[in-house]
T-cell receptor, first 115, second 115 residues
Framework: DVKVTQSSRYLVKRTGEKVFLECVQDMDHENMFWYRQDPGLGLRLIYFSYDVKMKEKGDIPEGYSVSREKKERFSLILESASTNQTSMYLC??????????????FGSGTRLTVV | AQSVSQHNHHVILSEAASLELGCNYS??????LFWYVQYPGQHLQLLLK??????LVKGIKGFEAEFIKSKFSFNLRKPSVQWSDTAEYFC?????????????FGAGTRLAVHP
C-alpha cells in the first residue's frame, strides 16, 4: 500500500557534496512538494511542483533546487551540502490544483546528516 | 502573510485525561484546515480536515476539532487520551494564491501520554 516513496531513509553526506533526494508517488497526483522538518519549526516548504517540468519556490528555497521530469517523480537537489541543511526532508503529493486543497500524502522522510 | 500558530510545544498528560491543542491561523482567503499526526518513527498522517459546513469535524481515533471563524482558531480535542496517542501533532492551513495551493504548517505540539 505504498503511495509516496522516498528513496533513502537515512543519508550521511560531506560538506560540499551534491546530494539528490528522490521521491516517487504512485497515485497519479499532479502536485508534489518538498518540506524540511526541524524541531520547534514544524514543516517548512522548500519547493513545489504542479506539473511536469514546472517548479515554484517555497518559503526556504535557498541552497536547493528541484527536478520534475516525470509526473510521478520529484527530486530535491542540494547543490553543495552544508551542515545547516542537516534535517528531516519530507516529500508529499496531492491530487488537486483547485482552491480546495484536499490535503497531502506524505512519504516516510529522509533524515539527512551533513558532516 | 499566511501563518499558523500552535500555542503549546510540549504537552504531558496522564491516560484518560482530556486533550485540547490550540491552533490559530492567519489567512485571508477561503480556509481549508487540517490536523496531521506523526507517531514516533512514522510518516505524517491526516487526522482530520475542515473545508466547509459543520464547524465541528470528527477525525480518526476519537479526535475532533472545532473551527471558530471569529477567533481564527481550529483547536484539536479528545475527551480521553491513551498512551498510544503519544505523537507530534501539526495544524495546517491551505493557502490558495496565484493559482496554486500550498499547506502552511504550525511548529507542532509534542504530546506525551503517561500510563
Amino acid at each position: 500500500d505504498v503511495k509516496v516513496t522516498q528513496s533513502s531513509r537515512y543519508l550521511v553526506k560531506r560538506t560540499g557534496e551534491k546530494v539528490f533526494l528522490e521521491c516517487v508517488q504512485d497515485m497519479d497526483h499532479e502536485n508534489m512538494f518538498w518540506y524540511r522538518q526541524d524541531p520547534g519549526l514544524g514543516l517548512r516548504l522548500i519547493y513545489f511542483s504542479y506539473d511536469v517540468k514546472m517548479k515554484e519556490k517555497g518559503d526556504i528555497p535557498e541552497g536547493y533546487s528541484v527536478s520534475r521530469e516525470k509526473k510521478e517523480r520529484f527530486s530535491l537537489i542540494l547543490e553543495s551540502a552544508s551542515t545547516n541543511q542537516t534535517s528531516m526532508y519530507l516529500c508529499a503529493s496531492s491530487p488537486s490544483r483547485g482552491p480546495r486543497g484536499y490535503g497531502y500524502t506524505f512519504g516516510s522522510g529522509t533524515r539527512l546528516t551533513v558532516v | 502573510a499566511q501563518s499558523v500558530s500552535q500555542h503549546n510545544h510540549h504537552v504531558i498528560l496522564s491516560e484518560a485525561a482530556s486533550l485540547e491543542l490550540g491552533c490559530n491561523y492567519s489567512y485571508g482567503g477561503t480556509v481549508n484546515l487540517f490536523w496531521y499526526v506523526q507517531y514516533p518513527g512514522q510518516h505524517l498522517q491526516l487526522l482530520l480536515k475542515y473545508f466547509s459546513g459543520d464547524p465541528l469535524v470528527k477525525g480518526i481515533k476519537g479526535f475532533e476539532a472545532e473551527f471558530i471563524k471569529s477567533k481564527f482558531s481550529f483547536n484539536l480535542r479528545k475527551p480521553s487520551v491513551q498512551w498510544s496517542d503519544t505523537a507530534e501533532y501539526f495544524c495546517a492551513v491551505n493557502a490558495f494564491s496565484g493559482g496554486y495551493n500550498k499547506l502552511i504548517f504550525g511548529a507542532g505540539t509534542r504530546l506525551a501520554v503517561h500510563p
